[in-house]
């Protein structure tokens, strides 16, 4: 037998263990792995001369924006980001222009993406107007629904329990996951127009309308409102230590829950936002060192269960406003994420069992990627290929995204990503995209 492609001399991941092996690729999807001379022949042989090799990683958290954002970002230009920052497979939020919240904005948000695809994608929908079309929406390949609680952006009130409850118990049977963005609707409007009527507009304010308790009670309201449902929820962006001990204490009573971090709030706090102002406004907003502090308590003791970037493009013109009610919230991530992380196991802040369970392994596990997150003959051939050693400074101008800025400019890094393959085909290599649109596929909900 002759393969389209072995990659040799690797030392990668594979079942808790870094193995010295080779990888054999067919069609698309691992052949076989282990020791070169038990391979097959290749079409293509490339000596990775000891370079780490991950299972493909997973971002459940991206605004690939696109449609009426395109300026912003477009599903070329991000999933090129995210090959550049070896990801194989992004998950892409609703709040687009327009919204993705029908089984009909849905599909042709397909349609736009299919040809410019470096990576894989699946794509949330919000919650259609008419509850009846979740069906429909399911079908037209969703991988899971968000939720904005914060400010109104899909199809459900977010002010009435009882329209949320419905909606919870309609998707529960489809098995997907809502995905939520925990900020109490209700407790932030007040803050906001409070705070705005007395003219404050520094960053300082933004902190005092995003208290703690606004993601608290968000976070509360909601699992009290599934209890009995069976909906699977997924708290994105979680920042407080008292949000995060609510949602581990729904765990522990088998509750259907899991959440996410992003490493903004591992790895930055409020004092950094005080100091740069604007450009690092985020929502949730960063918080102080305690909450940090309680973050990583929860990554030791397994509450965390996900890291995703948010990565969220802006214009520099956006985010550079006087008025802190009028900067567009949110960072890049998708080119940073990995080697930031990569640099704490260096420093021995995290293990690589650790980053593989929450960049790959876990986000398909929660949002039924079957097949992906795993090194092992017969899944898709999708890699992270790494130079472990290899120390480099982050430098936004050379980002694949179309946004050019990131609070991580000038930092000293380790691991610098050396090729990401997709489907078998090698997308980004030495700091090129070497692959034409259309290598990624659209993902939906429990696919292969």
Excluded at 45 to 50: E, F, R
Aim: proline content about 4%; overall charge neutral; aromatic content about 6%.
């Amino acid at each position: 037998m002759v393969v389209d492609s072995v990659f040799l001399n690797a030392k990668a991941y594979l079942k808790g263990q870094i193995v010295d092996c080779g990888i054999a690729i067919e069609e698309g999807k691992i052949e076989k792995i282990g020791r070169e001379t038990n391979l097959p022949q290749a079409d293509t042989k490339i000596d990775l001369h000891g370079l780490l090799v991950l299972p493909g990683l997973i971002d459940g958290h991206v605004h690939l924006r696109d449609e009426d954002k395109a300026y912003k970002e477009d599903f070329g230009s991000g999933t090129a980001a995210a090959a550049a920052g070896g990801f194989t497979t992004v998950l892409d939020m609703p709040n687009n222009e327009p919204v993705t919240m029908s089984a009909k904005t849905l599909r042709n948000r397909i349609q736009i993406a299919r040809r410019q695809l470096r990576v894989n994608v699946g794509l949330y929908s919000e919650f259609p107007q008419n509850l009846s079309e979740i069906t429909e929406v399911v079908a037209a390949g969703a991988v899971a629904f968000k939720f904005f609680m914060g400010n109104q952006v899909g199809g459900v009130n977010v002010d009435d329990d009882a329209a949320i409850e419905v909606a919870f118990k309609t998707v529960a049977p489809h098995k997907l996951p809502i995905a939520v963005h925990a900020e109490d609707h209700v407790m932030l409007m007040a803050n906001e127009c409070q705070l705005q009527r007395a003219h404050k507009i520094a960053p300082i304010d933004y902190l005092r309308a995003h208290r703690e308790d606004v993601e608290l009670s968000a976070i509360q309201r909601l699992l009290k409102l599934s209890a009995g449902t069976d909906v699977r929820l997924h708290f994105c962006h979680v920042t407080s230590k008292e949000g995060l001990t609510a949602i581990a204490q729904a765990k522990r009573a088998a509750r259907k829950v899991t959440c996410e971090v992003t490493p903004n709030h591992l790895l930055l706090s409020s004092d950094e936002l005080l100091r740069v102002g604007s450009m690092l406004l985020m929502a949730p907003p960063l918080r102080d060192r305690a909450h940090v502090d309680a973050l990583w308590r929860g990554l030791e003791d397994g509450s965390v269960d996900t890291i995703g970037s948010d990565h969220a493009p802006h214009t520099l013109v956006e985010k550079s406003a006087a008025n802190v009610w009028a900067v567009k919230v949110g960072v890049p991530g998708l080119e940073t994420t990995l080697p930031l992380m990569l640099t704490l196991v260096r420093k021995n802040k995290l293990s690589i069992d650790q980053l593989v369970t929450l960049l790959s392994a876990k986000p398909a596990e929660i949002y039924g990627l079957t097949g992906r997150g795993i090194l092992e003959a017969g899944k898709p051939a999708d890699l992270t290929i790494i130079d472990y050693n290899r120390q480099f400074k982050i430098d936004p101008s050379k980002f694949k995204s179309k946004a050019k800025f990131s609070p991580y400019s000038g930092w000293d890094v380790y691991g610098q990503v050396a090729r990401t393959i997709v489907n078998g085909e090698v997308v980004y290599e030495e700091g090129e995209i070497i692959a034409k649109g259309g290598v990624g596929t659209i993902i939906c909900g429990g696919s292969v």
